[in-house]
């Protein structure tokens, strides 16, 4: 092929076009050999080769007896392409720069793709209470010890060591930089301790937000003395993690090659990681693009946005060895409930401050439905907030409200029968309120139409643009009845800080309690008009959830903090706050009969959280 | 004539100011905070919110903030700090923006080419054969090119040429997207051609075709006009051949016109196809400057804006003196 | 008069639109002598103009087409030419000039490009050679500087200069016969008379015969040894000038001869004007085509065709009432 591709190539220039193609075509098995390592072509180039090879599942990691291959390359497209590679500089928050940021970073943690559950990564345990790593001391300071583990070593051999941990908090905490500082402001600089292979340091008040700390660490030898905000945006420094930085084509791709120093070793077959020579990361804006390069065998693994119609698409080619995994995403959709005085602005008649009115509109909507017209039934509906978060923890506590109008009818009579209602001069109506420019919403409310008049509830939809939306009228509370997305993110830190969403004392437009439950009158005449009285609903509840979030934020332990979260899912569920409704769908897609080891994971680590562990089933 | 042109530039460089302040201006008053981002995150807290605020000078007031831009980015041999830095990242403007150039020059410059070295001698070719068998199906083609939607077009072309054509024959005749495949650097200098053309192919025909039947069209009209031309009559009169009349009476003369279309065009090269660099992944500027755009990234949208403009100005210019060498009615006063 | 140069017989030059086939040139018939100077007039439309681009073979299929007619020129029929031998006529021999001198010197080439361009065609000279023919060619329709003025590029002179140029132009080659379809209309009065001068001393001093297309019969008047006139395609009436303007016999005539100005005539009445319009010459029934505007109209006029009769000696008509009728009062009584 090869010598045909030469002699061809020394007259071709006064062929037609048609005829150069062709042979640039046959010139093709050229290029699968020069990347390749084995003589067999690598299924990455052409091919409409049948799917001979297991077309297992991308879950095994009960791997082939004998080992996996080594060597070989995987593609991973995406619809972004990186800022920077620098996670630390301005627009380093991007999702991609983490994506790609798998490949050669190193930290404290990881989230595990299977069980969404935090796991140490460069140090031998999470630091807890139980096993000795957190201790708080009696002035009421947390410290936090981390062990690292002895094989830990960059790329260029130098062991990663606490010197690098305290590097990573100098420049975090450098003023000259622009970097997001969060927990780390938090640590007493003077209770730095590093030693070779530890690192302690103590936090002026315990916060379970110290978790998530320390996740991505800094060579100190490679970096001290660098402009660090400007040299580390197109390379990036030594790696401490499967596969180094080699290219950047920008616009292009990014190609990572493997890391022969890593430290990390197959956990069952005991091989040395990573398994591929190299990994590419291609840019392909356009979704639909994007899922022709997939079906082209130009890539092998994408994270497609979540519409309906691609994972549909994405689903017809499991017959030809593709594996496509849909799960919930952490990006959550809830029903909520305006507390504050401008719910009259959208309704005058809001019944939200009664708890048989919230409580029959959760006995109303049918999430079944719901997660049927929307996501076609590809996942389930969602129980609690905190199945976006650790399902591990949830309690299911809106579970208690089943789909039936009856229950909603009656309720909806027991709160007419009060004495402080009176439903013949202002009957019990909800006006709905959402972003119009969002499909999946859209179908929403028109479901709401005929599940509302099931129950005997007056019902009107109001929908608006998402930039009124989430400007004036979340800022302001201009809403009765609402719908919207935050996300979620896997661990304790994650699930703690959405309980500031609920907190009594952080109304807008300091705090994130839109919904201005249990909040109180915001002081002083504000220009902007958040200016409002004091929330319709405050009582036992509100005050307790003030407290149990209090408590949540200063508690380290995990069992005490298991027992605080759930505690304040119940209220929020019994008071029915909110109503989660379903979480947005997460797919990933692998050309399964190509890439082994590789497990979609939802969370922000993404689907590269264990790309060491990737090899190619085709070799 | 130097006069003339020595006038045009410093009339040009004058416009280019006041499109650097209307687009300035317009940016800040519509596109929203550069650091909305940032806002919306509920982790980062106001007092990070205003150091990055400082980073990029966003504290400043408006007329400041523009005075330092316009000072520093004339300075263009600051290389790369005279355009400033991205809201995206810490990167700077210059070295982003002339990335873009040589990919979206292969792209805008093939599927221009291909459009004129087409699209006119088609007009022309349509014009001499008005309401032939060729003219009428070659204009129902263009008809239906130009109506057609690029994004239609494009992943047309992507799935019958890329995706399917491959699955019927097994040969891989064109990739689905970028501009070269990963492993261009280890290919030999033949194959390298071959897959540059493997990827060039599709984007370059989709932005091509459309344009093919624009220039076409317009291309027709103006022959046509020329063909029924008093002068052209006396040519034939005079005894000239066909092809004499055509050649040297008729061609100047309708090529006067698509002069300026196609300098517009050229002038448009720098900003890039933003739709057909999305379908095929294409490292172009298109799709830096929308999405600059979309995330309020007003240095890369000022640069590329300012880029465009001086090519505008230089090509109308370019244009004009051309028109003035090919028509003599055209005085330079 | 002396031999025929030029003889057109049955003459039919179609040409197809959308709404159908228009007939402009239905069945004519007439012979131009050497050094003659033939008239041709008629309203827009008549057929005159189609008449003088068939003889240059320069109707443009597949819109128009010659049907048929024989066109024969000093001996050799026209239509029979390949395309390669009729260019050599054209300009060589026949020359044209037309209507428009704004429009019809192509802007982009200098006069003396255009001219030499002419000439080289015609003549076996090198470039120089034809320099100093083109530069003679000027002088000789009085264009002051020629040498300059070789290189000015048309839009740089005045309607009457380019009119002169292209009578120069046609000139130059010294043509059999020059075709000049309405060379004078764009122009102004005093400028008109020039030009008709200077034609008619060039081609008399050539002996160059001319065909002058016209609808102005005052243009004529002076120029032309014989006057056809025709109508809706087809010929009205022919005849030497003065038969024409002093022994009309077609009404038609005696309509354009009442409408037209004349210089050696005061009128004191209104100028008259021929009412109605040309009929369309998509499938147009048979009869006499000027009919719905003839003071004279009978119903024969409906029936029967009237075709062209030999009235006196060369002088034609094709009137069924011809040469019966009292034309004074179309034409309008002279007085003075």
């Known amino acids: 092929m090869k010598h045909l591709w030469q002699r061809r190539s020394l007259t071709w220039l006064g062929l037609l076009l048609a005829f150069v193609l062709v042979v640039a075509a046959c010139g093709d098995d050229d290029t699968a050999e020069t990347t390749g390592t084995t003589s067999a072509p690598a299924a ?300 009259l602005v959208r309704n005058a008649g809001s019944y939200n401050e009664f708890l048989e009115y919230r409580q029959a509109v959760a006995h109303t909507i049918d999430k079944t439905k719901i997660v049927d017209e929307i996501l076609k039934g590809q996942v389930e509906p969602m129980s609690s907030y905190v199945d976006a978060f650790s399902p591990t923890l949830s309690l299911g506590a809106w579970d208690q409200y089943d789909y039936n109008p009856d229950t909603a009818i009656a309720l909806v009579a027991d709160l007419c029968a009060r004495d402080d209602t009176d439903c013949d001069a202002n009957p019990v109506s909800t006006i709905f309120s959402t972003t119009s420019n969002n499909d999946a919403r859209v179908t929403l409310s028109q479901l709401f139409v005929e599940m509302f008049a099931d129950a005997g509830i007056v019902y009107e939809n109001q929908l608006e643009d998402s930039s009124l939306f989430f400007g004036e009228t979340l800022d302001f509370g201009n809403w009765d009845l609402g719908e919207w997305a935050w996300v979620g993110t896997p661990g304790f830190a994650g699930l703690v800080s959405i309980h500031d969403i609920f907190d009594p004392e952080g109304a807008p437009p300091d705090g994130q309690n839109f919904y201005r439950w249990g909040t109180a009158a915001v002081e002083g005449a504000d220009p902007e008009g958040f200016n409002q009285g004091a929330s319709s609903v405050i009582d036992d509840n509100t005050a307790r959830f003030a407290v149990l979030r209090d408590d949540m934020n200063s508690t380290v332990d995990v069992d005490e903090l298991t027992e605080i979260i759930h505690e304040a899912e119940q209220i929020l569920a019994d008071q029915v706050v909110i109503i989660p409704l379903y979480a947005r769908l997460d797919p990933g897609a692998v050309w399964a009969d190509e890439l082994g080891g590789y497990k979609h994971n939802p969370s922000q680590a993404g689907d590269t959280w264990n790309i060491e562990q990737w090899y190619r089933v085709d070799l | 004539m130097l006069q003339y042109v020595i006038r045009r530039l410093v009339y040009g460089m004058i416009t280019l100011l006041a499109l650097s302040i209307i687009t300035f201006t317009l940016l800040q008053n519509t596109g929203g905070d550069p650091l909305d981002r940032l806002k919306s995150n509920p982790r980062i807290t106001q007092q990070a919110i205003q150091e990055m605020a400082e980073f990029y000078g966003l504290d400043q007031p408006g007329t400041k903030q523009y005075l330092t831009w316009v000072g520093n980015f004339v300075q263009v041999w600051n290389y790369p700090t005279a355009w400033g830095r991205s809201f995206q990242g810490p990167q700077q403007v210059q070295e982003l923006v002339l990335n873009r150039l040589g990919g979206t020059a292969r792209l805008m410059f093939t599927a221009l ?108 009209a103006s022959m046509l006009e020329v063909m029924h031309s008093d002068y052209l009559r006396t040519a034939k009169a005079k005894g000239l051949s066909r092809r004499s009349v055509i050649v040297k009476h008729a061609l100047r003369n309708a090529l006067i016109p698509i002069i300026t279309l196609v300098s517009l065009d050229v002038a448009g090269v720098l900003g890039g196809a933003v739709i057909t660099e999305s379908i095929f992944a294409w490292p172009g500027m298109g799709r830096l400057y929308i999405q600059a755009i979309f995330l309020n990234d007003w240095p890369i949208v000022m640069a590329v804006v300012m880029l465009i403009g001086f090519m505008v100005v230089v090509m109308n210019l370019l244009a004009d003196l051309a028109y003035g060498w090919l028509d003599p009615r055209v005085r330079y006063d | 008069m002396s031999e025929p140069l030029l003889q057109v017989s049955n003459l039919r030059t179609f040409f197809s639109t959308e709404e159908g086939i228009v007939r402009a040139v239905d069945g004519l018939s007439f012979t131009i002598h050497k050094g003659e100077k033939f008239g041709v007039v008629g309203e827009s439309g008549s057929g005159k103009s189609v008449t003088a681009l068939s003889v240059m073979r320069l109707i443009e299929p597949p819109a128009g087409e010659i049907v048929t007619g024989e066109i024969t020129f000093k001996g050799e029929d026209l239509l029979g030419l390949k395309d390669e031998e009729m260019r050599k006529v054209r300009g060589g021999q026949i020359a044209m000039i037309f209507q428009d001198p704004m429009t019809a010197l192509n802007p982009v080439y200098t006069i003396g490009n255009q001219l030499i361009e002419t000439i080289m065609l015609h003549q076996s000279v090198g470039k120089s050679a034809a320099a100093e023919i083109a530069i003679q060619a000027l002088d000789d329709v009085h264009i002051p500087n020629p040498k300059v003025r070789m290189e000015d590029y048309p839009h740089q002179l005045s309607g009457g200069m380019r009119q002169r140029v292209m009578i120069a132009m046609g000139l130059s080659c010294d043509p059999d016969l020059l075709i000049a379809d309405e060379p004078t209309t764009a122009l102004d009065v005093t400028t008109q008379a020039q030009i008709l001068d200077l034609m008619l001393v060039l081609t008399e001093e050539r002996n160059t015969a001319v065909m002058l297309i016209t609808h102005d019969l005052g243009v004529v008047a002076g120029f032309c040894d014989n006057i056809q006139v025709m109508y809706a395609g087809r010929l009205a009436e022919r005849g030497t000038t003065d038969f024409i303007f002093d022994d009309t016999l077609h009404p038609y005539t005696a309509g354009l001869l009442g409408s037209m100005t004349r210089l050696d005539e005061v009128r004191e009445e209104r100028l008259y004007s021929i009412r109605g319009a040309p009929p369309s010459l998509i499938d147009p029934p048979n009869g006499c085509r000027f009919r719905s505007r003839c003071d004279f109209a009978k119903e024969i006029c409906t029936r029967d065709t009237p075709l062209p009769r030999e009235i006196s000696e060369d002088h034609w008509v094709a009137c069924h009432f011809a040469p019966d009728l009292d034309l004074i009062r179309v034409k309008g009584e002279p007085v003075g």
């Not at chain 1, 990455?44 to 060597?71: D, F, H, I, L, S």
């Not at chain 1, 660490?217 to 596969?243: A, C, Q, R, Y």
């Not at chain 2, 261009?184 to 025909?205: C, E, K, M, N, W």
Request: proline share 6%.
């Open chain 1, 44 to 343: 990455t180039t052409t091919t409409t080769a049948a799917p001979t090879t297991t077309a297992a599942a991308p879950t095994t990691t009960e791997a082939a007896p004998t080992g996996k291959p080594y060597g070989g390359e995987a593609i991973v497209a995406s619809d972004q392409e990186p800022p920077t590679l620098n996670t630390f500089a301005p627009g380093g928050d991007n999702f991609i720069v983490s994506i790609v940021g798998n490949g050669y970073w190193t930290g404290v943690q990881d989230i595990d793709g299977f069980t969404l559950e935090l796991i140490p990564e460069v140090v031998t345990e999470l630091p807890t209470v139980a096993n000795g790593g957190i201790s708080i001391n009696a002035d009421g300071t947390e410290t936090i010890r981390y062990t690292i583990l002895d094989e830990a070593v960059w790329a260029d051999g130098t062991p990663i060591s606490g010197d690098d941990f305290e590097f990573t908090y100098n420049t975090i905490m450098d003023p000259d930089l622009p970097i997001t500082r969060t927990v780390y402001e938090d640590i007493d600089p003077a209770t730095v301790v590093a030693g070779p292979k530890t690192f302690e340091f103590t936090l002026t008040a315990p916060t379970v937000q110290a978790e998530l700390i320390f996740g991505f660490l800094i060579p100190k030898h490679d970096v001290e003395g660098s402009d660090f905000i400007n040299d580390w945006n197109d390379t990036m420094w030594v790696s401490g993690g499967p596969f180094e930085f080699d290219q950047w084509q920008k616009g292009e791709f990014i190609r990572l090659t493997r890391n022969a120093n890593y430290w990390k070793t197959d956990a069952e077959t005991g091989q040395q990681l990573p398994f591929l020579d190299s990994v590419i990361f291609r840019f392909i804006p356009e979704t639909a693009a994007l899922i022709n390069s997939f079906k082209a065998r130009e890539v092998d693994v994408i994270n497609p946005p979540p519409s309906i119609e691609t994972i549909e698409d994405l689903q017809t080619l499991e017959s030809e060895g593709a594996s496509v995994e849909v799960l919930s995403g952490p990006i959550w959709e809830h029903l909520n409930f305006q507390f504050g005085d401008n719910r």
């Open chain 2, 113 to 220: 080419g291909l459009a004129v070295m087409i699209g006119i001698p088609l007009g022309i070719y349509q014009a001499i054969k008005q309401y032939s068998f060729f003219d009428q199906a070659t204009t129902t083609f263009s008809f239906v090119t130009f109506s057609t939607p690029i994004f239609v077009l494009g992943i047309g072309l992507q799935i019958i040429l890329a995706l399917k054509l491959e699955q019927w024959t097994g040969v891989k005749f064109f990739y689905t997207s970028g501009m070269n495949s990963t492993s261009y650097s280890d290919l030999s200098f033949g194959a390298r051609i071959g897959d540059t053309l493997q990827h060039l192919v599709l984007p370059a025909t989709s932005i091509a075709l459309i344009s093919i039947a624009g220039y076409s069209r317009y291309q027709r």
